[in-house]
């Protein structure tokens, strides 16, 4: 029977499907739930389906200290910070991550150009390979960079001493005619093989799709917005619920494709 155990991070989990890290109830749940509601359900919901809960860092400032309470009420739980210009900001946050007990930290790349950041008085922008050196050398856990689009960025963070990478388009959310995750990962997945983790969101609504991004080349992929509902209509039970859900749809799959174990997994079955 197939085996959907996977080891990312450093971290022995279930299932290689993850919460994506995501904030601002307020946006996302028009208000029907507190920052503290949303994020504990993601995190406890993540950690009780056996995966990871990624959590966002808000324009909002004082929103962030809820994001924080849920990974160290969990134990464990990855923290995406916005690639603000103020380094010591940034540096701060990874060391509050550290004290609460995450399992990884990292910066979301894909935010550099967001307005709301700078009308919150937090301004963001681009890195350097120097700078993402800098920020990886900064903490003593595993270092991301998410919002990967192309090849190049994919050598830069490799060589930059990331631990992993997340091919991400931010849900197509700050680019018009952005391409798909699912057209660039595997020319990505090819040249950092071995070197860096390769991670993948964007459309991922079921097992088989996982499934599919498992064998463009990923190592995990991460959901975002159906695990939203799931918060707001079961808190962290219907966050574990669709995880467990998409984790057995992930099973059966397997099965059919001829998968034992994720390894397994290649481009072969997609034909």
Request: hydrophobic residues 45%; negative net charge; proline residues 5%.
């Amino acid at each position: 029977m197939p085996d959907t155990a996977a080891k990312l991070l450093g971290q022995p989990l279930k299932t290689p499907i993850m919460v994506a890290p995501m904030c601002n109830s307020v946006a996302n749940t028009g208000g029907g739930l507190t920052e503290r509601e949303l994020v504990t359900a993601l995190v406890s919901g993540s950690h009780l389906a056996g995966s990871l809960g990624w959590i966002g860092d808000p324009a909002d400032e004082g929103l962030f200290a809820d994001a924080i309470s849920a990974v160290e009420n969990t134990g464990r739980g990855v923290v995406i910070i916005k690639p603000r210009l103020d380094h010591d900001n940034i540096m701060e946050r990874f060391t509050l991550a550290e004290k609460a007990g995450a399992v990884a930290v990292g910066l979301d790349i894909d935010g550099a150009g967001l307005l709301l950041m700078k009308l919150k008085g937090q301004a963001v922008g681009p890195k350097t390979r120097d700078q993402i050196a800098e920020l990886a050398r900064a903490t003593r856990l595993p270092f991301i960079v998410k919002g990967i689009m192309t090849v190049d960025e994919a050598v830069i963070c490799a060589e930059a001493g990331v631990s992993a990478i997340v091919v991400s388009n931010h849900g197509g959310r700050v680019l018009d005619q952005t391409p798909g995750t699912a057209a660039v990962l595997p020319e990505i997945a090819r040249e950092v093989h071995g070197k860096v983790t390769v991670l993948v969101d964007g459309g991922v609504r079921s097992g088989v799709d996982a499934l599919k991004m498992l064998a463009l080349g990923a190592a995990g992929v991460l959901v975002g917005r159906p695990l939203l509902v799931g918060a707001y209509g079961a808190g962290a039970e219907g966050v574990r619920f669709l995880l467990e859900k998409y984790t057995a749809e992930l099973y059966a799959a397997m099965i059919l494709t001829g998968c034992p174990s994720l390894a397994e997994i290649s481009p072969r079955i997609l034909a």
